[in-house]
């Protein structure tokens, strides 16, 4: 099994920043890409970024440009720096790391973008 703990989430201001941090223990061996998610009210829970143990990342269209996935794996970490950040970036960002045979999830974090 693999525990994955998120923290930084919070309220900030449009035009402001966060880092998300994501710590992984357990049966982190079996730990393939690693990524983030979030879903907002009403909404389905989508993909903000992923990346390979190599260092390739994706992200969605949304955050391009605005948001950065990065990966410490001797600390078993992955973060997201939040840049630029918009109000309809609210959501519960959720951490995701790709197992041998299923997908582990945090509990997640809220991120509230408000005036």
């Known amino acids: 099994q693999v525990q994955l703990v998120e923290s930084g989430g919070g309220l900030v201001q449009p035009g402001g920043s966060l880092r998300l941090s994501c710590a992984a223990s357990g049966s982190i061996f079996s730990i393939s890409d690693m990524g983030w998610y979030r879903q907002a009210p009403g909404r389905q829970r989508e993909v903000v970024a992923a990346m390979t143990p190599g260092g390739s990342t994706n992200y969605a269209d949304s955050v391009k440009g605005r948001f950065t996935i990065s990966r410490d794996n001797a600390k078993n970490t992955v973060y997201l720096q939040m840049n630029s950040l918009k109000p309809e970036d609210t959501a519960v960002y959720y951490c995701?790391?790709?197992?041998?045979?299923?997908?582990?999830w945090g509990q997640g974090t809220q991120v509230t973008v408000s005036s």
């Open positions: 995701n790391a790709a197992g041998q045979t299923h997908d582990f």
